[in-house]
């Protein structure tokens, strides 16, 4: 079995939750079967692939393939930028099985299953009508995604949502789209990547940096400054918390220039 995941992120080009998740499910998939990834932000080479977790005894492989936005769009507004991309990998894809990962990648899988009469998989990491704020970004580019998102959902053969309250969220957002179609598959974690660090690894040495007591208890933000992640609410929220807890913020790549000096001035 053949399957082409399309994605928007992908090593080395990860900014968010959706990346890792492709990265993620790529590399557990290969060993299994034959993967090819389908990503944007340009070529990839070997050294950019990820390694197969066993990959003496995998019985798949792992292909990357990236794609830069057409010349003829590098003005264009960013929803048209990602249409742009979006026709490339639905021309190239082939496989037995199409999965999608945000509407980055809606209106490709979308128009690849259309195209090539291949069986379409969408995992919801988000969704259009729960973020209007993205009109800041994109003005009436937002328009555009919402109704690739929308057009892609309702024609998927199957949607997986990662919580039983995105489940609930995606039959709101989109009632014409079949129960019997959507089902929950919860993000999990590989335990061996979290192991307690030993004492002398250099690791440490970001606490020292950083000037992080570790022996206090610890309240860590790690995400986007997005609208959607909330960090505005948790900083008005901080003076409830007790003096003696520590608060670390891991927060990078605002999604605009304006919610990163909000979060600032917040701060």
């Given at each position: 079995?053949?399957?082409?995941?399309?994605?928007?992120?992908?090593?080395?080009?990860?900014?968010?939750?959706?990346?890792?998740?492709?990265?993620?499910?790529?590399?557990?998939?290969?060993?299994?079967?034959?993967?090819?990834?389908?990503?944007?932000?340009?070529?990839?080479?070997?050294?950019?692939?990820?390694?197969?977790?066993?990959?003496?005894?995998?019985?798949?492989?792992?292909k990357v393939?990236?794609?830069?936005?057409?010349?003829?769009?590098?003005?264009?507004?960013?929803?048209?930028?990602?249409?742009?991309?979006?026709?490339?990998?639905?021309?190239?894809?082939?496989?037995?099985?199409?999965?999608?990962?945000?509407?980055?990648?809606?209106?490709?899988?979308?128009?690849?299953?259309?195209?090539?009469?291949?069986?379409?998989?969408?995992?919801?990491?988000?969704?259009?009508?729960?973020?209007?704020?993205?009109?800041?970004?994109?003005?009436?580019?937002?328009?555009?995604?919402?109704?690739?998102?929308?057009?892609?959902?309702?024609?998927?053969?199957?949607?997986?949502a990662v919580?039983?309250?995105?489940?609930?969220?995606?039959?709101?957002?989109?009632?014409?789209?079949?129960?019997?179609?959507?089902?929950?598959?919860?993000?999990?974690?590989?335990?061996?990547?979290?192991?307690?660090?030993?004492?002398?690894?250099?690791?440490?040495k970001v606490?020292?940096?950083?000037?992080?007591?570790?022996?206090?208890?610890?309240?860590?933000?790690?995400?986007?400054?997005?609208?959607?992640?909330?960090?505005?609410?948790?900083?008005?929220?901080?003076?409830?918390?007790?003096?003696?807890?520590?608060?670390?913020?891991?927060?990078?790549?605002?999604?605009?220039?304006?919610?990163?000096?909000?979060?600032?001035?917040?701060?």
């Amino acid at each position: 079995m053949k399957v082409d995941i399309l994605t928007r992120e992908y090593p080395p080009h990860v900014y968010g939750g959706a990346g890792v998740h492709a990265e993620e499910l790529s590399k557990v998939l290969a060993e299994r079967i034959d993967v090819t990834v389908r990503a944007f932000d340009g070529k990839r080479t070997e050294a950019d692939i990820p390694a197969i977790p066993n990959a003496a005894d995998a019985k798949g492989s792992l292909k990357v393939v990236g794609y830069d936005t057409p010349s003829e769009l590098a003005d264009a507004n960013p929803a048209l930028k990602t249409f742009g991309v979006d026709l490339q990998i639905a021309n190239d894809v082939d496989a037995d099985i199409i999965h999608a990962h945000t509407w980055y990648a809606c209106l490709a899988g979308y128009m690849a299953k259309m195209l090539h009469g291949t069986p379409l998989v969408i995992t919801a990491h988000s969704l259009e009508p729960f973020r209007p704020w993205k009109r800041e970004q994109l003005g009436g580019g937002y328009n555009l995604s919402s109704w690739a998102e929308k057009d892609a959902y309702e024609h998927a053969d199957r949607v997986i949502a990662v919580s039983g309250g995105m489940r609930k969220d995606i039959l709101t957002a989109y009632p014409n789209l079949d129960p019997n179609k959507v089902v929950v598959v919860y993000n999990g974690i590989t335990m061996a990547d979290f192991a307690t660090p030993a004492p002398d690894d250099p690791g440490w040495k970001v606490f020292e940096r950083y000037h992080i007591d570790r022996s206090k208890p610890t309240l860590l933000f790690v995400g986007r400054i997005t609208r959607q992640k909330g960090l505005p609410y948790l900083l008005k929220a901080l003076h409830l918390i007790s003096k003696d807890i520590q608060v670390v913020l891991c927060a990078g790549a605002p999604d605009t220039p304006e919610i990163a000096e909000e979060v600032k001035t917040a701060f």
